[in-house]
């Protein structure tokens, strides 16, 4: 029996700047912290940059006339930061701006509808070098950015998202150290998130002042957090990472306050003092919607060795994608209930949801991602249990329409819809991509 989606349930794919677009020298585009990241050796595997990327810059008709073909209604995409202000701020590239009206007439024109992110971790280098996130003036710099961004596009765009995951801008960036900025710092960390909160905040603000009355969000990466045991370690492990991950940033948005036990437990490396009268406040404006990006459910130990969280995740078992991720598709379920009865009655756009496997083009020129199929499949039918126990969830997007640059990964993994052939940039829709057209097709599950 079919398993039938709402009318106006949105499907759709999602990429981001750096990761498809290339053209990284031209037209005005400035440095971003990941093109200075990626080029510093070790940082991603083989050296990989984005320089050249899908060079969707220079194809971005194929790539629309691709989302035609596969039946794709929806288009998250992101826009560069140092593409329409080099420096962060100040002067304005005005033929940045003209590549994302290109991009935004081209999706209309296709009948597909544009979901915009403002920020998906290219920080323009400039302003990294006077602090960056750690800077509380980066927040005010964003807030300039997004009216800009607005003026230009808002006329045409349904969808606007602030930031695109601040838990990995602020704690992989800033504490592991495994992306851009490449920074192993907790106490920057800590600020990084205030800062990238207060970021949305003011441009939730920017965006409403220049006319925005709907259709404004910001993307949280969630992860469904469980302990091993109910020893009482485990399950105070588990609470720690959840805290960390997930709380320290729906309190705030829907709270107007940071967790409790967070300060309590960050005390010793941070008072918090970033946080100025009226900044909570700023972080709470009222949002149109919330976008959540899953990947993975956490089994949780408590671990005394470790020195910031004192959790260990347990690796997982079952089926696992080529990152080492399993699926875990009730942990889907679980946060799309969670998130709707303990924070926000608003609508939810699961924005970001897919895996990497081992893909590679047969001898008949077909590239046979089972494994991509079946993720999707149980992954949708978490999001359709979600819809019967009465989230209001509103769309779904793959990540990612294009195999591209995996950011410290490089291209050694392929998380698309579609095959790239990066020497030469052909395109070839994988047999998901043939599947994912079916589902959308039908609005419906087999």
Not at 130 to 143: C, D, K, L
Not at 277 to 294: H, Q
Not at 296 to 314: F, I, M, N, S, Y
Request: net charge negative.
């Amino acid at each position: 029996m079919a398993e039938h989606f709402p009318a106006g349930f949105l499907w759709g794919v999602a990429t981001a700047a750096y990761q498809v677009e290339g053209a990284a020298r031209e037209d005005g585009r400035g440095l971003s912290i990941w093109d200075v990241f990626a080029h510093t050796p070790g940082k991603v595997t083989h050296g990989d940059t984005g320089d050249i990327a899908c060079d969707q810059y220079h194809r971005l008709e194929a790539d629309l006339d691709l989302l035609v073909e596969l039946g794709i209604p929806a288009y998250r995409f992101s826009v560069a930061w140092p593409r329409i202000m080099p420096a962060g701020h100040g002067a304005v590239n005005q033929r940045g701006l003209d590549y994302y009206s290109r991009l935004v007439d081209g999706l209309l024109a296709r009948n597909i509808t544009p979901m915009l992110t403002l920020y998906h971790w290219d920080l323009p280098q400039a302003l990294q070098e006077v602090g960056g996130w750690t800077n509380r003036a980066t927040a005010g710099y964003f807030a300039d950015y997004a009216t800009v961004v607005y003026r230009a596009l808002g006329d045409r765009v349904p969808f606007w998202i602030t930031l695109n995951e601040p838990w990995c801008s602020a704690f992989v960036g800033h504490l592991e150290g495994r992306h851009a900025p490449g920074w192993q710092d907790e106490a920057a960390a800590l600020a990084a998130t205030h800062h990238l909160l207060l970021a949305h905040g003011q441009g939730v603000q920017a965006l409403r002042a220049a006319g925005a009355a709907e259709g404004v969000g910001i993307t949280l990466n969630l992860a469904w957090n469980v302990p091993t045991s109910d020893d009482p370690a485990d399950v105070a492990a588990a609470q720690r990472l959840d805290g960390n991950q997930n709380r320290l940033f729906l309190d705030p948005l829907f709270h107007a306050r940071y967790p409790a036990d967070m300060l309590a437990h960050y005390a010793p490396v941070s008072d918090f003092g970033f946080v100025q009268a009226g900044d909570l406040a700023t972080i709470a404006a009222p949002l149109d919607f919330l976008g959540i990006n899953y990947y993975e459910k956490h089994v949780v130990q408590a671990d005394p060795t470790d020195p910031t969280r004192g959790a260990l995740v347990l690796p997982p078992t079952g089926p696992l994608t080529s990152v080492g991720n399993g699926s875990d598709p009730d942990g889907l379920r679980e946060l799309l209930v969670r998130v709707s009865q303990d924070y926000t009655p608003i609508p939810l756009y699961v924005t970001e949801s897919g895996a990497a496997f081992y893909d590679y083009v047969n001898p008949t020129d077909r590239v046979t991602d089972t494994e991509r199929i079946a993720y999707l499949d149980v992954h949708f039918r978490a999001a359709h249990q979600a819809l019967a126990q009465g989230v209001d969830l509103r769309g779904y997007f793959v990540w990612s329409y294009l195999d591209n640059f995996e950011w410290a990964m490089g291209y050694a993994q392929r998380y698309g819809l579609v095959f790239i052939e990066f020497g030469t940039q052909r395109r070839i829709p994988k047999q998901s991509a043939l599947w994912y057209r079916q589902v959308i097709q039908r609005n419906a599950l087999e």
